[in-house]
């Protein structure tokens, strides 16, 4: 059964230092999605990739987040520095975008981050 | 105004009730809808998508409005294992890359 995993399950640091989340998507899968979900905001998107490339981190704050994919089986998501307000549930979500609009995405358990 | 928009609830229902939740999107350019739930501290998972025909999968029934932009999940014979958060997900594709906007969600309780 594929899954899309992620690591690590729980973080907690302080404030100024760099968070660093990871995720492995499924294998075969071409997309890849960070989201961000709080209670007040629920699920946003933050980046995504189509065949490692980046194809929209506009809802990526700029100035310390920054999402990667160096290969296929590797997507990163790092926060320099951290903030207290980055405290939230961070999913990765991959799928297979075959052009179909019923593509279906896969999350992963989420890394649950706490910014002291 | 928010791109989709629940209610948060909580429902709160007896077992074997039937429960309908609605959703509504702005964006009339929306070209695919579904129904995601999430358990406590859990990730979202695809529940079924949502086709204007209307669609059924055993006790859950998806209907779409694109006239009036809304979009219905009827629950039947709820079950204490229903009880979960229900997103409303829309999807736009434009650009050539597809967009999934996420409702806040609904809660559902189902008690016995």
């Known amino acids: 059964d594929a899954r899309v995993t992620q690591t690590p399950r729980h973080k907690v640091t302080e404030m100024g230092q760099e968070v660093t989340m990871r995720c492995q998507p499924i294998?075969?899968?071409?997309?890849v999605f960070w989201y961000r979900q709080t209670m007040m905001q629920g699920l946003e998107l933050l980046a995504y990739?189509?065949?490692?490339?980046?194809?929209?981190d506009s809802g990526m704050p700029k100035d310390r987040f920054s999402a990667e994919m160096p290969d296929a089986t590797l997507a990163t998501l790092k926060i320099q520095p951290s903030e207290p307000r980055d405290s939230a549930v961070y999913f990765c979500?991959?799928?297979?975008?075959?052009?179909?609009?019923?593509?279906?995405?896969?999350f992963g358990p989420g890394t649950r981050l706490t910014v002291l | 105004r928010k791109e989709v928009e629940q209610d948060p609830g909580p429902f709160n229902v007896p077992e074997g009730a039937t429960v309908a939740f609605n959703c509504t999107y702005s964006n009339s350019a929306s070209q695919s809808f579904f129904w995601y739930r999430q358990d406590c501290r859990k990730e979202p998972k695809l529940l079924m998508s949502?086709?204007?025909s209307g669609n059924e999968d055993g006790r859950f029934t998806a209907q779409l409005n694109r006239a009036s932009q809304y979009i219905s999940l009827l629950i039947r014979d709820s079950k204490l294992s229903d009880s979960a958060t229900y997103l409303c997900?829309?999807?736009?594709?434009?650009?050539?890359?597809?967009?999934?906007?996420f409702g806040t969600g609904t809660r559902l309780l189902v008690s016995p």
């Open positions: 990739f189509r065949n490692r490339a980046p194809l929209d």
């Open positions: 979500a991959s799928g297979l975008d075959a052009g179909f609009l019923t593509d279906t995405q896969y």
């Open positions: 997900v829309v999807n736009l594709r434009n650009t050539g890359f597809q967009k999934l906007v």
């Open positions: 949502v086709y204007s």
């Open positions: 294998l075969g899968h071409n997309t």
